[in-house]
Structures are given as C-alpha cells and as structure tokens.
C-alpha cells in the first residue's frame, strides 16, 4: 500500500484523516513540523503523498516545504495542504512553492479521498513521463555520441577525403557554368539572371546520420548512390521567370544529366516553402577519366530565399513560443511574397518594354 503522511498539530484532524485514508494507504503522522521533517527522512523514498497543515508550533508547513525544496523531495511527492485557510494569496503562494492541492477544514470524506488519490496518480504519471524522458535522452546522446565517434573516422578516412574532394570539385564545376550563364546575360540583355550563389558541402555528421535515418550502409558507395545533396548550390535570383529560364538553360547542356526535379515553388510544400530543386549529374575531371557526381541545385528568388532562412531557425530554435501561430504567420508571408515577386516581376517586364 502508498505510504501518507498527515502533519497537523491537531490531533482531531489527525484522527480523522486517519480514518478516512486508513483503507487505502498506509497512513504516517506527525503532530508538527519538526516530526514531519523527521519522517519525511526517514521514509522519503516510500511517501506517496504528504497533507500538511499550514499553521503548526516548532516549525510552521511553509517550513516544511522549504525544506523539502532544498532536497528536492517536493519533485516527487505530491503535497496536499490541510487548512482552513481560504486566502487567495496565500493558496497562490503555497502553488507558487509547489504545493499540488488544497483540502479545506472541515473534511469530507469524499473530496479528501478524490484529491488524495488524484494528486497521486499525477504525481506517478508525472515520474514516470520523467523517468522514460531521461532514458529516451541518454539514449539519444549515446546515439550522438556515436554518430559523432563514426563521423571523426570517416573524416579521417583517405578514401571519405577523395570523395568530399570529387563533391567539391562537382561543386566548382557547377559554379563555373553558372557564371558563365551570368556573364552571357550581362553582355546580352544587360542584367544579370541570378544574384549569388552560395554553395556546401555535407558535414560528416550529416552525411552518417542521414544514411543510419534512412536504414543505409555506412560506406562510400552507399554515399554516392543514396545520398543526393552532399554537394549543394543555392541560387538566389531576382525574379520567378529567371529561375526558369536560367535552369532550362543549364540542363539543356550536352554533359549535364537530369535525374530529378521537385518544383516547389507551382507545388509549394503545406508551410509555404518555395523553391526549384534540381539533383543532377555532373561531370568532373580527374587525372583517371571523367566521372559523374550528383549535385543538389536549389533556384530561389530573394525574397524566397529570406523566409526559408526565418523558417530554418524556427524549425531548429526549441524555446520559441507560440510555435504554431508563427508557422501559420510564416505561411501567410510565403503567399504575400509569392505575390510581390510576380508583381515585381510586371514592373520589370514594364520597364523592359518602354526601353524598347
């Protein structure tokens, strides 16, 4: 049976409390603080909930749990205060200290028992959602902790280099025919097709976490068949028709291969997410022969490429508030900015064609 102590410097209301809670529970008293401090020691481990009065000689209930705040007894038992007290600030202070309920002079058997068993059951429930948090995170910092041990060997691994190497290379290739594109236009039409370029090349720790995600061997091969976007662009341009054009152009190239396109941005993902993501193949040159490697391109506008920068902190930032109206916000921004980028888009076309 849960062990109770009941602390009251009256012996009526110790007696009845007793009774009431006797066929339920093992029942401990104590007829003040000091008493209740002392058994509170001594079977701290086994109390399954403790009914405290407020106003007692030797050492007074707030006291009491003051005291079990600093051991951190009051984290896991439930503390139901007995009183007669009906004062709005001082059951505020009580809650504030960590007190989980009220029992209020004269006892009725059944709001006694209710609470009782109520506070209880939270407080089980409450332990063992703590319990079962804590294993989950030593779990999951074992598994990092892993993942981190197997990404410094396959950082330090000669072949795993050459690979990043050949990524990076694939990376300057792409880089190479974009400015070139970008040169073209600016001699052309007298504008540019794109703003900048930024590139990355996956971490190691991305790389191994990916591949144990998604149930893969943790090999090089396995890297360059199920991971597409270990060497990435992003291309940040002006206007929506740029991204089209500039990406029909750079595909209609005789040594690029298409192996997928995702056009988010006519198919924008639920949270307003736009963008057009091309994986393909490139080649690179090395001093054995030419090969292909896969490369992730992502064409954006500006004003695209600003919301999925606020979002990505969103997605990875834990102590934000509010968390689902800011999505719902963010969503409502992405369609505002769609629109202002076709309106721009108009004006630009405006312009072009008063030039003549």
Not at 43 to 67: H, K, T
Not at 324 to 351: G, Y
């Amino acid at each position: 049976m849960d062990r109770i102590l009941v602390v009251d410097d009256a012996e009526l209301n110790r007696e009845l409390l007793y009774d009431i809670l006797e066929d339920d529970y093992t029942i401990e008293l104590a007829s003040d603080g000091v008493e209740a401090l002392e058994k509170l020691r001594k079977y701290q481990a086994e109390i399954s909930a403790l009914l405290l009065d407020l106003r007692m000689p030797n050492l007074d209930g707030f006291a009491v749990i003051e005291e079990m705040r600093r051991n951190g007894w009051i984290k896991h038992i439930p503390v139901l205060i007995i009183s007669s007290e009906h004062a709005i600030e001082i059951e505020n202070r009580c809650f504030n200290l960590g007190v989980s309920d009220f029992i209020h002079k004269p006892f009725e058997s059944s709001i006694v028992i209710n609470r009782v068993k109520n506070a209880i059951e939270l407080f089980t429930c409450k332990n063992q959602l703590e319990q079962t948090v804590e294993k989950q995170a030593m779990t999951l910092k074992k598994q990092v902790q892993i993942i981190e041990m197997q990404a410094e060997q396959l950082r330090d691994a000669r072949p795993f280099k050459h690979l990043m190497m050949e990524y990076s290379s694939a990376i300057l290739e792409v880089e190479t025919k974009l400015k070139v594109l970008n040169a073209e236009f600016s001699q052309v039409y007298n504008r540019n097709p794109f703003e900048a370029i930024k590139s990355r090349l996956k971490s190691p720790e991305s790389i191994y976490e990916k591949l144990e995600r998604k149930g893969y061997p943790i090999t090089l091969d396995s890297i360059r068949k199920n991971l597409s976007d270990v060497a990435g662009l992003r291309v940040i341009c002006s206007f929506p028709d740029d991204i089209y054009r500039l990406a029909e152009l750079f595909i209609k190239q005789d040594d690029i291969v298409l192996v997928r396109q995702k056009d988010y941005i006519k198919t924008p993902k639920a949270n307003g997410y736009r963008s057009l993501h091309l994986i393909l193949d490139v080649p690179i040159f090395l001093s054995n022969g030419k090969k292909y490697m896969k490369v992730e391109v992502q064409f954006r506008t500006i004003a695209m490429d600003f919301w999925a920068s606020l979002e990505h902190k969103l997605k990875y930032k834990r102590d934000v508030e509010n968390t689902d109206e800011i999505v719902e916000q963010l969503r409502i921004c992405a369609d505002s900015i769609e629109a202002l980028d076709h309106q721009m888009q108009k004006i630009r076309d405006q312009i072009d064609l008063s030039r003549g």
